[in-house]
């Protein structure tokens, strides 16, 4: 079974550019979620998908970031424009709904490794 | 707020040794899950080991055990007979029975187990 996978792996952009960042979830995973690493600080929670609805977007840092998930499959982040502070590792993450409760193990990818000069 | 606070941003231990991570946390929920996942150099971030609030006894996953300390809202992660694959950063996280199943991360303790 494909694990969570995103592309691409690493991305270097100027300040004021667009970059859109994609995952894809294991199939068969309504749950997706996004999270970001700044810094070497803590990660933290962008937002969750449940299928193609957004669950939960309170950690979205403003309205520069935009996240869509169509047809409940894979998902995109668009960063419009970039600033020098979006600069960080972008992790997705996936998991079923078996228990309803927050207990289901999620599943991350890899990341990708956002640097804006 | 919930918040995680890992307290320990390095930890260096020889192969075989025991190690502790530390980890506590802060929320005014009565359920939620705690978990431990590792993030090796270079690859995924994986889940080492997860506990229930509302069960007492500690979880345990062969080298790995936590001691958990519900009313000091405590959650500590015991590896035994550390291998070099154990190298990685750890992360302490939980979410809430309620809400979005989001998961609440702390800063992460970097482990090198040295042979």
């Known amino acids: 079974e494909a694990g969570v996978t995103q592309f691409p792996s690493h991305s270097v952009i100027e300040k004021g550019q667009t970059v859109t960042l994609r995952c894809d979830p294991i199939?068969?995973?309504?749950?997706l979620y996004w999270y970001r690493r700044v810094m070497g600080k803590e990660i933290k929670f962008l937002l969750h998908?449940?299928?193609?609805?957004?669950?939960?977007e309170s950690g979205m840092p403003n309205n520069r970031f935009l996240a869509e998930r169509t047809g409940g499959t894979y998902s995109t982040l668009k960063v419009q424009p970039a600033e020098l502070e979006d600069s960080g590792v972008y992790f997705c993450?996936?998991?079923?709904?078996?228990?309803?409760?927050?207990?289901?193990?999620?599943?991350f990818g890899p990341g990708t490794r956002l640097t804006v000069l | 707020a919930q918040t995680v606070t890992q307290s320990q941003p390095e930890m260096s231990v020889q192969e075989a040794e025991t190690v502790t991570l530390s980890c506590t946390y802060d929320?005014?929920?009565?359920?939620?899950?705690l978990f431990w996942y590792k993030q090796p150099p270079s690859r995924q971030m994986i889940l080492v080991i997860r506990?229930?609030?509302?069960?007492?006894q500690n979880a345990t996953e062969n080298r790995f055990s936590v001691n958990f300390q519900k009313a000091a809202k405590s959650f500590s992660l015991k590896i035994s007979d550390s291998q070099l694959g154990d190298t990685a950063m750890y992360f302490c996280?939980?979410?809430?029975?309620?809400?979005?199943?989001?998961?609440?991360f702390g800063q992460g303790t970097r482990l090198t187990i040295n042979p």
């Open positions: 993450a996936s998991s079923q709904d078996r228990r309803g409760d927050g207990g289901d193990t999620q599943y």
């Open positions: 199939s068969g995973h309504d749950n």
């Open positions: 998908f449940v299928k193609e609805s957004k669950q939960d």
């Open positions: 929320t005014s929920e009565n359920n939620y899950y």
């Open positions: 506990q229930e609030a509302y069960k007492q």
């Open positions: 996280a939980f979410t809430t029975f309620q809400g979005a199943q989001k998961l609440v």
